[in-house]
């Protein structure tokens, strides 16, 4: 199950990253560079979604793409946000708690499940909703000007990356919380 559809999809995010990237090294003008920029990142996010509903619709479902998924969406994340704080338009703050919550979450799930205790730790929808804040702030921080005339889309993205860094640190005490219980046991013995 290593190059099904969706696990192609999967491999396209982080294909995207360098592309992402690149695109502020470009030689283009600053708003074009924007422009490409959001537009890639919306595209390859919404793989995230695809690629799931494929897995499951064309019976297409693999340890490796359930391991692999993540994988993507924290490197594309994680990239962007280092654009963003290269660019000054996120804190290095807001990337260091986002950045550090991934790392932390993801070596928790992994040692859970070493300890056959991966449930404790399955997604929640305060982790969904985090996501969700995130995907939509970083685009509007991408882009940095006014969509349709109105929206100035930094002001909102950096409004909404703080949402998104404090929905991230409840994130991550719930996620310890839920694990506590067998960090305590495996402490004790």
């Not at 969706?6 to 294909?15: E, G, H, N, Q, S």
């Not at 390859?44 to 359930?66: C, E």
């Not at 929206?151 to 005490?173: F, H, N, P, R, Y």
Request: a positive charge; charged letters at 15%; proline letters at 4%.
């Amino acid at each position: 199950m290593f190059f099904t559809i969706p696990t192609i999809m999967t491999w396209t995010r982080i294909v995207a990253i360098p592309l992402i990237v690149g695109v502020f090294s470009a030689p283009l003008e600053p708003q074009t560079q924007n422009l490409v920029a959001t537009v890639m990142f919306i595209a390859f996010a919404i793989t995230d979604w695809l690629d799931g509903y494929l897995a499951r619709k064309l019976n297409q479902t693999s340890s490796f793409g359930a391991f692999l998924d993540p994988v993507a969406d924290k490197f594309l994340v994680c990239a962007a946000l280092l654009v963003l704080v290269h660019l000054q338009r996120a804190d290095v703050l807001v990337a260091l708690i986002i950045i550090g919550r991934e790392i932390a979450i993801s070596a928790l799930r992994e040692w859970m499940a070493q300890i056959g205790a991966s449930k404790s730790v399955a997604v929640h929808m305060i982790g969904k909703l985090k996501t969700t804040v995130q995907m939509v702030a970083i685009p509007f921080l991408l882009y940095d000007g006014k969509l349709f005339g109105v929206i100035d889309t930094g002001v909102w993205g950096t409004w909404l990356i703080w949402i998104a860094a404090i929905l991230t640190i409840w994130s991550m005490v719930y996620y310890l919380r839920k694990a506590l219980p067998e960090i305590r046991a495996r402490v004790v013995k």
